[in-house]
Every structure is written in structure tokens, then in C-alpha cells.
């Protein structure tokens, strides 16, 4: 079944411990991005990858790291989480051409 | 910066109304621009997206766009919801070599039976 997945799904933490939320997607997608979406906000664009080691900046990068260094995943890291990065995070992927995006069920994270 | 509006945050409706939710966003150039649903509980869902040619973009579940260029707008039409309607409604735009994405805050339909 052609899928987005997100691991963790729920996590709470505490200030400053880093973490990683994985996505995986099994459809060769070159493009992969990342969103957190707040209750009056939308969905705002963390960091995007147009393919293997191509990462740029969305519109509110501060606080996270990206890498992608395989296709398939593009992992979010958070060096030293704080309590505004509490949000339901979701990534998704589109084919080169498309833009139509496949999003992953999303992360809930809450940070103390 | 490209910025996307959504008007109507809180749209009330009862069933077989029609519906229209609007979408209007700042950018000059080329853009590719798309509806999403999310509901309760699920992840973002495509309905709709327009990249070229008729200005008027059929999705599923019945539900309709209209890409007026020269108001910068892309509204959501469904000339009569049904309960299962009942969703968060986000309008997207991709700009920039269609890598860049930006999102409207998003409209929550609430319709009653």
C-alpha cells in the first residue's frame, strides 16, 4: 500500500531532549517536506527536500534539523525542544511534477 | 512572501445548503493551487488542484474551484453538503519552482444534519 508513515505517532519530553520523528514513504517520491500545524495557523512549512541531500528552509525552520540521506526517509530533529514546538507535526511527499502532496497520519508532540 | 487567506474560519451549515469557501493568496507569478480536507481525526487529504487550462476544477466528492486570475482567488464550491462534509478545509499555493508551499490557516465546516 502506497503510504507516508510518521514514528513516533504521540510523544511527550521535556525541555532540551533531543528527539527524531521519522517518515518513511514507499512511492520513490523525490519531494519531501515537513509541517506543524496550530490551532489558528494552518499548516506552516518547517524545511522541504526536492531529492537525496537537497534540503531547504520552509517558512518556520527555527529549532529543527533535516537530513536526507536516503529517498525514502527524511527525518525532523529537534537538537533541544522547547514548549513552542508543541504541535501536531506532519510530513508529506509528492513525484517531481506533481505537487499533489501524500501526507503521513502526524505526530503529536508535546514538550514540557 | 506569499501569503494565503482563508475568510471564513467557522462555517455553520445545515445539510443540502451550498457551500463556498474562500481562497485568495499574494504571489505575482506561475502558481499551482490545490484544496485539502482533513477530517476529524485524519491526515490531509487532496480534493482538488488546479495547474493550468479550464479555470474550473472538478474534485472528488463533488466538490468544485474556480481559479480567477485576476483576483488572485481559488474558492471552494459544493452546491449541496452532506454531513460527511463535515471537515477542516485548507486551501494551499506552490510557488517558487512549485517547491515552496504555503497554507491558509484553514476553514472548519460544521454541518448539521
Known amino acids: 500500500e502506497a503510504q507516508v508513515t510518521q514514528n513516533p505517532r504521540y510523544l511527550i519530553t521535556v525541555t532540551g531532549k533531543k528527539l527524531t520523528v521519522t517518515c518513511s514513504q514507499n512511492?520513490?517520491?523525490?519531494?519531501m517536506s515537513w509541517y506543524r500545524q496550530d490551532p489558528g495557523l494552518g499548516l506552516r512549512q518547517i524545511y522541504y527536500?526536492?531529492?537525496?541531500?537537497?534540503?531547504d528552509k520552509g517558512d518556520v525552520p527555527e529549532g529543527y534539523k533535516v537530513s536526507r540521506k536516503e529517498k525514502r526517509n527524511f527525518p525532523l530533529i529537534l537538537e533541544s525542544p522547547s514548549p513552542n514546538q508543541t504541535s501536531l507535526y506532519f510530513c508529506a511527499s509528492s513525484p517531481t511534477g506533481s505537487n499533489e502532496q501524500f501526507f503521513g497520519p502526524g505526530t503529536r508532540l508535546t514538550v514540557l | 512572501a506569499q501569503s494565503v487567506s482563508q475568510h471564513n474560519h467557522h462555517v455553520i451549515l445545515s445539510e443540502a445548503a451550498s457551500l463556498e469557501l474562500g481562497c485568495n493568496y499574494s504571489?505575482?507569478?506561475?502558481?499551482?493551487l490545490f484544496w485539502y480536507v482533513q477530517y476529524p481525526g485524519q491526515h490531509l487529504q487532496l480534493l482538488l488542484k488546479?495547474?493550468?487550462?479550464?479555470?474550473l476544477v472538478k474534485g472528488i466528492k463533488g466538490f468544485e474551484a474556480e481559479f480567477i486570475k485576476s483576483k488572485f482567488s481559488f474558492n471552494l464550491r459544493k452546491p449541496s453538503v452532506q454531513w460527511s462534509d463535515t471537515a477542516e478545509y485548507f486551501c494551499?499555493?506552490?510557488?517558487?519552482?512549485?517547491?515552496?508551499?504555503?497554507f491558509g490557516i484553514g476553514t472548519k465546516l460544521q454541518v448539521i444534519p
Open positions: 504571489y505575482g507569478g506561475t502558481v499551482n
Open positions: 527536500s526536492m531529492n537525496v541531500e537537497v534540503t
Open positions: 488546479y495547474f493550468s487550462g479550464d479555470p
Open positions: 494551499a499555493v506552490h510557488t517558487g519552482g512549485y517547491q515552496k508551499v504555503t
Open positions: 512511492m520513490n517520491h523525490e519531494y
